[in-house]
């Protein structure tokens, strides 16, 4: 079944004349009747009755009207999207993040790249450093943003944009709550809230133990919302990178003595390529002064 066949058959069953519809699908009318014509054959019997001075759909024709037309606004609906998509008015960006990377740091770059296409449609897709890794080497998404990716691909090209420290987060009743800087001494007998999710959960554990924190007495958290309301509640104290944000009723402070970083970085899978949106932003991503932000 061809498109055209199926165009010639929706326009003789508007007008319901064959003369007249070849008129308007711009061919002749032997064209025309030999396409639908063929039509006919493939779906196995007639789709009109051949009356002067009109024609009538047949109870076939009837039946395949409804079916034949969702098939072709389909057919038209993927040729519009696919032109707009060649032309640059309409783009996709297929991103993936670890849950450790906070949107919000993208904001600014995503209003900006918006502004250069008339419809732009996001896909953000989360997951941990290796599921980043995956939607990375399946496809699912373009680009990738992760403090590290857990996945040993030689195809995977790595930029990275900023490195930063982590502080700590106590709620406003807390009796650390007033200090900027705190010794590591002084978290000693607090329970810390761990961030499993964390790419670097691992390590900053590993730090604190080297310096006699007990880390496995405390709470392990598996996402930044329950994070915030635990501290909020003050069942906690937590270690969060620079750049993670928390509400104004929450204070941070630096460690001294914890030797505890990360940089976050931008990934893409080599030799793919990638639409005009993700080129974009990825040019913005690379060309960005992080220094303000990540400090």
Known sequence: MEMHQVRYFLAVAQLLNFTRA???????????????KQL???????????????????????????L??????????????ASSFRSGEIGALRIALTHSIDLT???????????????????????????????????DAE??????????????????????GFELVVSREHRLAGRDTIELDDLRPEQLLSR?????????????????????????????????????ADIGVAMVPRT???PEGLKRAAV???????????YGVAGRQRTAVASAIMRMLRGADWRAIAG
Not at 121 to 137: A, I, K, N, P, T
Not at 201 to 226: M, P, Q, T, Y
């Open 22 to 36: 070849a008129e308007q699908c711009n061919v002749t009318q032997p064209s025309l009747t030999r396409a639908i």
């Open 40 to 66: 006919e054959a493939e779906l196995g019997g007639d789709l009109f009755r051949r009356e002067r001075p009109a024609a009538q759909l047949t109870e076939l024709g009837q039946r395949m009207h409804p």
């Open 68 to 81: 034949l037309k969702q098939c072709y606004d389909a057919a038209s609906g993927a040729r519009s999207l």
């Open 105 to 139: 740091l993208l904001i600014p770059h995503l209003n900006q790249i918006r502004r250069q296409f008339n419809r732009l449609e996001f896909r953000f897709l989360r997951g941990s450093s290796r599921e980043v890794g995956d939607y990375l080497r399946k496809g």
């Open 143 to 164: 680009l990738g943003i992760a403090a590290e990716i857990d996945e040993a691909w030689d195809r995977l090209d790595v930029w990275p944009l900023f490195t930063e």
């Open 196 to 232: 499993t999710f964390c790419e670097h959960f691992g390590r900053i554990s590993a730090s604190l133990r080297e310096h006699g924190i007990n880390v496995d007495h405390g709470h392990e958290i598996s996402s930044e919302r329950d994070l915030i309301e635990l501290v909020e």
């Open 244 to 246: 993670s944000p928390v």
């Open 256 to 266: 001294t003595g914890l030797d505890a970083r990360r940089t976050v970085n931008l």
